[in-house]
């Protein structure tokens, strides 16, 4: 493990009070899942661009909206249980191709520390050798060192191998560096967060070695994550390619909280602890697009229609149905079961 550390005097004495410091409290643990809205390259680049002191950023909903989840589990419930203890798996991958091979079910494994968030293993499964394969990094990837406060800069290598029977190995090594280059607050629809904002450069290289061929492919890619501490996980992030300096994002999202409602009583953010996809949930919604009416397949408690602005449209109770005088365009429909888990889906009405 090689890691150098520098962090930065850049801060004047009058936004001291401001700015927010990250620890291990932050990062995700044993079954935490991340509601995630996809959003389009052009408002990131816009976003990414607010670096330094006292910014805010800006993520709202979109025309070109699409939803995604990152579940974190205990390595002990994943296919590699047998390998790692006291680690937290996250799935990268449920199938991808290479050459003559099918990867499967790749998972990453974190564990935190007091002073930093780290990658400690990965495993897989390839199409041709039924066992499970892992693997811890020789070489752990620190992802996040604590205590990350703004102008900190971090520099770590990280390597891993692991051997395929009667094929070869598996090889990934690498190093990211990374700097604190932002502090401010981010606008999430309609909840607001003190956030840092991290840019990572990660060049690496992932190769697998065999008797027949070799497969290698080393890739670059620039990461940009928004923490806060006031919630558990990256609130937003971003990831891409810079060409010609020029930051192309491949990936970007924003962690989705359910609205605030005018009558719930609280206040800050309780309540708003992510919500799942409609489809993920069990619910058929139909027909969509719509010209006036949607029906769904069982009842639900709580129906709500939500402008792109986070304002409420219709809301119905006990209904399987929703009638609808709103004018045509894109819309957010949040189902709410009699359990109270609350469910999306974006729908479009003509």
């Known amino acids: 493990m090689k890691t150098i550390a520098l962090t930065l005097s850049l801060l004047v004495a009058s936004y001291a009070s401001a700015q927010i410091t990250i620890t291990k409290a932050t990062m995700p643990a044993a079954n935490d899942t991340f509601n995630y809205v996809n959003i389009g390259p052009v408002?990131?680049?816009?976003?990414?661009?607010?670096?330094?002191?006292?910014?805010?950023?800006?993520?709202?909903?979109?025309?070109?909206?699409?939803?995604?989840e990152a579940v974190y589990?205990?390595?002990?419930?994943?296919?590699?249980?047998?390998?790692?203890?006291?680690?937290?798996?996250?799935?990268?991958?449920?199938?991808?191709?290479?050459?003559?091979?099918?990867?499967?079910?790749?998972?990453?494994?974190?564990?935190?520390?007091?002073?930093?968030?780290?990658?400690?293993?990965?495993?897989?499964?390839?199409?041709?050798?039924?066992?499970?394969?892992?693997?811890?990094?020789?070489?752990?990837?620190?992802?996040?060192?604590?205590?990350?406060?703004y102008g900190r800069r971090d520099s770590t290598t990280f390597q891993v191998s692991i051997?395929?029977?009667?094929?070869?190995?598996?090889?990934?090594?690498?190093?990211?560096?990374?700097?604190?280059?932002?502090?401010?607050?981010?606008?999430?629809?309609?909840?607001?967060?003190?956030?840092?904002?991290?840019?990572s450069y990660v060049n690496s290289a992932d190769s697998i070695f065999s008797q027949l061929v070799n497969y290698g492919f080393p890739t670059e890619r620039v990461e940009y994550k928004w923490l806060s501490n006031a919630h558990?996980?990256?609130?937003?992030?971003?990831?891409?390619?810079?060409?010609?300096?020029?930051?192309v994002p491949t990936l970007s999202r924003f962690h989705y909280f359910?609205?605030?409602?005018?009558?719930?009583?609280?206040?800050?953010?309780?309540?708003?602890?992510?919500?799942?996809?409609?489809?993920?949930?069990?619910?058929?919604?139909?027909?969509?697009?719509?010209?006036?009416?949607?029906?769904?397949?069982?009842?639900?408690?709580?129906a709500e229609l939500y402008a792109m602005d986070g304002k409420v449209m219709t809301t119905e109770v006990n209904t399987t149905s929703l009638n609808l005088s709103v004018a045509g365009g894109v819309y957010m429909l949040h189902l709410t079961d009699e359990n109270g888990v609350r469910s999306i889906q974006k729908l479009v009405v003509r």
């Open 163 to 199: 051997n395929i029977p009667l094929i070869g190995s598996y090889k990934q090594s690498g190093y990211r560096i990374s700097e604190v280059v932002g502090w401010g607050e981010a606008v999430l629809v309609t909840d607001t967060f003190d956030c840092l904002l991290v840019r």
């Open 43 to 68: 408002k990131m680049n816009q976003q990414i661009q607010k670096q330094g002191g006292n910014q805010q950023w800006q993520f709202g909903l979109s025309d070109s909206l699409t939803s995604s």
């Open 232 to 247: 558990k996980g990256v609130l937003v992030e971003s990831t891409g390619t810079e060409v010609a300096g020029q930051f």
């Open 258 to 302: 359910a609205p605030k409602q005018a009558n719930n009583g609280g206040g800050g953010n309780g309540g708003n602890t992510g919500i799942q996809t409609a489809e993920s949930a069990g619910w058929l919604i139909y027909p969509n697009p719509t010209r006036g009416e949607v029906f769904f397949n069982k009842t639900a408690a709580k």
């Open 73 to 149: 589990k205990s390595s002990l419930k994943t296919p590699y249980a047998f390998y790692f203890f006291n680690t937290v798996g996250l799935l990268l991958s449920e199938s991808a191709g290479m050459g003559q091979f099918s990867v499967q079910d790749m998972y990453q494994f974190y564990s935190t520390t007091n002073s930093a968030y780290k990658a400690e293993g990965i495993g897989f499964k390839i199409s041709i050798t039924p066992a499970p394969l892992a693997g811890f990094y020789q070489d752990e990837d620190e992802i996040f060192n604590f205590p990350l406060t």
